[in-house]
């Protein structure tokens, strides 16, 4: 086999150095799903802000679900360290951003995750066409049928959820204005000198100490 050229050395050395890089960058990268899709790119710069510098955020779309779901996103931190801080607050303590019912998750990102990966140096990928004859040609029939199935069971599965997440939401909606018309009333009695007047009749202290 002929050695290959400098130019070609070049190249390989180049894309080698590329996907090197783009390791890398995997490895500072958090993988964050179930946030609310109404939550934006500075929203989750603020959320993610008090674990180090986030240095991008990149939403990742779903074309294939007709539902409002949750979306997923990939941010990109400083360094390793600061990634690996961020994965392990939101795994140890429930960590909620923009009034998501459900707290938002994060895991380590992998290369397939990334619309713009670079292919690894060395790799080829070829394509033939496959008639029906082909013993190939059934697996992949079978594979269609499957993806197909999947996708059915998957629409019915994000269809429950979001059905849970809309009662949940309601749920905090309503224990939320409970909790604020306490505080109105305590605030209220507070300052009209009811709650004076009651520790004076009961002899109770109403003092710092």
């Given amino acids: 086999m002929a050695s290959a050229s400098a130019p070609e050395k070049a190249t390989q050395e180049r894309l080698e150095k590329a996907y090197a890089a783009f390791q890398e960058k995997v490895k500072r990268t958090v993988y964050l799903d179930n946030i609310s ?3 934006n790119i500075p929203v989750i710069r603020t ?3 008090q674990f180090g510098n986030v240095v991008n955020v990149e939403f990742i779309l779903n074309y294939t679900i007709p539902f409002d779901i949750p979306q997923c996103a990939l941010v990109e931190m400083e360094n ?3 990634a690996a801080a961020v994965i392990s607050e939101m795994k140890n303590f ?3 951003i923009l009034g998501m019912p459900r707290p938002a998750r994060a895991l380590p990102a992998k290369p397939e995750m990334f619309a713009d990966r670079p292919s690894p140096p060395n790799r080829k990928i070829q394509l033939r066409w ?3 004859s082909d013993p190939e040609f059934e697996v992949g029939k079978k594979l269609k049928q499957q993806v197909k199935r999947h996708r059915a069971e998957t629409n019915a599965m994000i269809k429950l959820q979001l059905a ?3 009662k949940l939401a309601k749920q ?3 224990q939320l204005k409970t909790n604020y018309k306490k505080y109105e009333m305590i605030e209220n009695i507070m300052q009209d ?4 007047r009651l520790a004076r009749y009961y002899g109770v202290n109403l003092g710092d100490d």
Avoid: D, I, R
Avoid at 193 to 196: D, E, L, P, V
């Fill in 193 to 196: 000198g009811t709650a004076a």
């Fill in 37 to 39: 899709p109404q939550v």
């Fill in 47 to 49: 959320a993610l802000g």
């Fill in 94 to 96: 429930p960590f909620m």
């Fill in 164 to 166: 849970e997440e809309e």
């Fill in 130 to 132: 496959v008639k029906p």
């Fill in 80 to 82: 390793e360290k600061e």
């Fill in 172 to 174: 905090q909606s309503e």
